[in-house]
């Protein structure tokens, strides 16, 4: 266990439709990165965060956005969801900057 | 460019044969890290290690070893007497400072299916 959670760990939804993916990081952790893992493909970068503040950003969608709250927990958001919006969705974080320890994933099924 | 290269898509071993898991990295900085993660069908990762630009000691961990060397640009990774338990998608990563705040790239994976 990484001390990472994610919620939900499953989520079935339509297309046109909008999700929030939630992440709490470990404790003392004030780095949150998103990625997204497409079937059978490797891990795609999306966003970091770090103490409530945008870092970097990946290969984000538009349709794609993350905010990161006060008690450093974060959300991902995705609107206008498509069928290849299907994917496992990891979140990590990190104390020091050049470390990850990831989150069970949230696994998104759009019909 | 591929900042991590991992050019084995799947390996398939018996039970009890080692087996190596190549990784190769690019970066123009003196300063970065190493990891190698296990992805089980279960789906989770877990980190195994991370390893810093400056130390290039190889490391063991019980079946699992670690060969790090700068000069080939490679952090292999090596199971010893293989598990079926090993049976997994394994991703080596790369990180560098950017700003004071770290970029991290993902290889592609490798595929690991050991067989009873």
């Known amino acids: 266990d990484s001390g990472v959670t994610q919620t939900p760990k499953h989520l079935i939804t339509a297309t046109g439709q909008r999700v929030t993916l939630r992440c709490s990081p470990r404790?003392?952790?004030?780095?949150v990165y998103w990625y997204q893992q497409s079937l059978d493909q490797g891990l795609q970068f999306l966003i970091q965060?770090?103490?409530?503040?945008?870092?970097a950003k990946g290969n984000i969608l538009e349709r794609f956005s993350a905010q990161q709250f006060p008690d450093l927990h974060s959300e991902l958001n995705l609107s206008s969801l498509e069928l290849g919006d299907s994917a496992l969705y990891f979140c990590a974080s990190g104390r020091r900057n050049n470390e990850q320890f990831f989150g069970p994933g949230t696994r998104l099924t759009v019909l | 460019a591929q900042k991590v290269t991992q050019a084995q898509t799947e390996i398939s071993v018996v039970e009890k044969e080692d087996v190596t898991l190549d990784c190769v990295y690019e970066?123009?900085?003196?300063?970065?890290?190493l990891f190698w993660y296990k992805q089980p069908p279960s789906g989770e990762l877990v980190f195994l290690i991370r390893?810093?630009?400056?130390?290039?000691q190889n490391e063991i961990s019980g079946r699992y070893s670690w060969n790090f060397q700068k000069s080939t640009s490679s952090f292999n990774f090596t199971i010893t007497a293989s598990q079926v338990v090993d049976s997994a998608v394994y991703f080596c990563?790369?990180?560098?400072?950017?700003?004071?705040?770290?970029?991290?790239?993902f290889g592609s994976g490798t595929k690991l299916n050991v067989k009873p």
């Open positions: 390893r810093n630009s400056f130390d290039e």
């Open positions: 404790s003392g952790d004030l780095s």
């Open positions: 970066t123009r900085d003196t300063t970065y890290y």
């Open positions: 990563a790369l990180s560098e400072a950017r700003n004071n705040f770290n970029k991290f790239y």
């Open positions: 965060y770090y103490n409530g503040e945008e870092r």
